[in-house]
């Protein structure tokens, strides 16, 4: 089953009375128009969506074969979205229950939130945010989620940053933020600086995220080194400009990944997907050790299997070869994730060994030392079960302490 026939299919109900709806070339409102209009009745697949702006593909009407619409102008729907179902691949997610976040939920979380399904109020100045905004003590970090332009890449920015605060209070049994700490690496890797958790229980406690597209996603691990990575499914520029994938980042895979990708078409759509993989792949690696896109991608090169006991094509588990050496102590999982746009994360537990980290801060906070590990205790923990994602609210990541306030700022209470 290709990604193609899992995308989100919508009809043009609006623009009856003036031939259509507008279509423009990109993504901004300030883009060139296209000469036609999309046709009412028309149907389109999606193939990206932000901020209330669509990127689609014409399946049957008359129009433009590819552009970007509005959703709705001035309160009025523009297109409606047909039913449809979630792909059979995809591997469903649970709607987070109480214990899966805050005292009591352990130590390696897997969370996941849909910031499509989130629209406060007021968008960055409305109360919500701004709420939520003042959680974040760090000034620095607070203020590098004001400076992106759109709201979607605010929203990314914030929820991130709460999720690595919210995770760290939950292995902390802490119910506010107020004396947690978050400092970066000099690549720019949140941990947490204090206070620790349990040395007995979590003596290398640290915490990773991500961001693309629809998701925002988090992964926290007692032992090994978290790393991880969503990607989203676009295979387009904002301007609608198919994007050649082949060729720009053909140093970052290696040969046998390209053979891997080109076997899984018949289409670019689906090459692009299993291309993506890879790139998430290797994201999570350098994301765990710490110094990102410093370190030369086509020198990674990821060999996958199926994961067991999970639906077809929804996940699977890899392995990594270093410059042509196999590099046992690192496994990684990949979970297809359900959304009308799909998207792939993955998620890489490493050694400790394998760590950037300039200043030494960091490394500071990993109490127990990779050589303190046998082979057989080191594979154990590779081989611990990486758990579902729970999808969370929003008000989810809210500290219970702060929840009462969050409610009169207008968001929803959790549980």
Not at 1 to 25: C, F, N, Y
Not at 39 to 49: C, F, K, N, R
Not at 97 to 124: N, Q, T, Y
Not at 148 to 165: E, M, P
Request: hydrophobic content about 35%; glycine content about 8%; proline content about 6%.
């Amino acid at each position: 089953m290709s990604s193609e026939s899992s995308r989100q299919k919508w009809t043009v109900i609006g623009g009856a009375d003036k031939g259509g709806i507008l279509v423009r070339k990109g993504q901004e409102l300030s883009s060139p128009a296209a000469e036609e209009r999309l046709a009412t009745g028309a149907e389109v697949e999606q193939l990206s969506l932000t901020g209330g702006r669509l990127q689609y593909r014409l399946i049957s009407g008359t129009g433009p074969q590819e552009g970007w619409v509005s959703l709705s102008i001035n309160g009025k729907d523009l297109l409606a979205k047909k039913p449809s179902e979630v792909p059979s691949e995809a591997l469903p997610l649970a709607i987070v229950a109480k214990g899966a976040v805050g005292p009591g939920s352990g130590f390696r979380h897997r969370w996941a939130i849909d910031i499509d399904k989130w629209m406060p109020d007021g968008e960055f100045d409305g109360r919500e945010f701004q709420f939520l905004l003042g959680l974040i003590r760090e000034e620095d970090d607070r203020k590098a989620v004001t400076r992106f332009k759109f709201f979607d890449d605010k929203k990314r920015a914030l929820v991130s940053r709460l999720l690595v605060r919210q995770a760290s209070a939950s292995s902390l049994n802490m119910t506010n933020f107020k004396r947690i700490a978050i400092k970066r690496t000099k690549g720019k890797k949140p941990f947490l600086a204090e206070p620790l958790p349990s040395e007995d229980q979590a003596p290398n406690w640290n915490v990773n995220c991500s961001h693309e597209g629809s998701w925002v996603v988090c992964a926290s691990e007692p032992l090994c080194i978290a790393g991880i990575d969503v990607a989203e499914l676009r295979r387009h520029k904002k301007n609608g400009e198919p994007i050649d994938f082949h060729q720009v980042f053909k140093e970052n895979l290696t040969q046998k990944e390209w053979d891997y990708v080109r076997s899984h078409g018949p289409d670019l759509d689906t090459e692009y997907e299993a291309f993506s993989r890879f790139w998430s792949a290797k994201e999570a690696f350098v994301k765990a050790r710490g110094d990102g896109l410093a370190f030369p991608l086509g020198d990674a090169e990821f060999l996958w299997e199926p994961a067991k006991d999970l639906p077809h094509r929804s996940a699977y588990v890899g392995k990594v070869n270093v410059k042509g050496e196999h590099r046992p102590e690192w496994k990684f999982i990949q979970h297809k994730m359900p959304s009308e746009t799909p998207h792939w994360t993955t998620v890489g537990r490493g050694p400790l060994t394998d760590i950037i980290d300039a200043a030494g801060e960091f490394s500071k906070t990993l109490r127990k030392k990779q050589s303190s590990f046998t082979n057989e205790e080191w594979n154990s923990c590779l081989d611990e079960e990486s758990p579902h994602f729970d999808v969370l609210p929003i008000g989810a990541l809210v500290p219970q302490d702060d929840m009462d306030d969050f409610v009169k700022a207008g968001g929803r209470r959790f549980p």
